[in-house]
């Protein structure tokens, strides 16, 4: 979920550093990332719940998923340029078989390259080939 809420809020951040008008909620409510977090909020167990309501759980984790990109946007943003900097090419198929966009060209920056982008900023990371 923090993924799911923390594209908006990386957009966002972006788009106040650059002086572009923020998105505003209602867009994002009905984006399909915040559909995504409403199913898997819709399977939260009783033990995570801890007795708070989905709402309240749902505002923790959007808090922390803006806290995280604030946190991190220096290694967000150079993620970011490196994404930016590649060339398209023809999308790949997820491992799950599940479709990711309907398009046909992406641009990729793969695990070890992302390990060794964070590393060189000083965050220690691993690439997981099961992912």
């Not at 923390?6 to 550093?17: D, I, K, S, T």
């Not at 900097?85 to 999308?91: I, N, T």
């Amino acid at each position: 979920m923090l993924a799911s809420f923390a594209g908006y809020y990386a957009e966002n951040y972006f788009r106040n550093l650059q002086g572009y008008q923020t998105r505003d909620y209602e867009t994002l409510m009905w984006s399909l990332d915040w559909n995504e977090a409403r199913g898997i909020e819709s399977r939260f167990s009783w033990d995570y719940l801890a007795g708070r309501k989905i709402q309240t759980v749902h505002a923790v984790l959007e808090t922390k998923a803006e806290q995280l990109v604030v946190a991190n946007w220096s290694a967000i943003a150079v993620l970011a340029k490196s994404l930016l900097d590649k060339q398209w090419e023809p999308k790949k198929a997820l491992r799950s078989g599940a479709q990711w966009s309907d398009a046909a060209m992406a641009k990729y920056v793969l695990g070890e390259e992302i390990v060794e982008i964070l590393s060189g900023l000083g965050i220690n990371a691993v690439c997981v080939q099961e992912c």
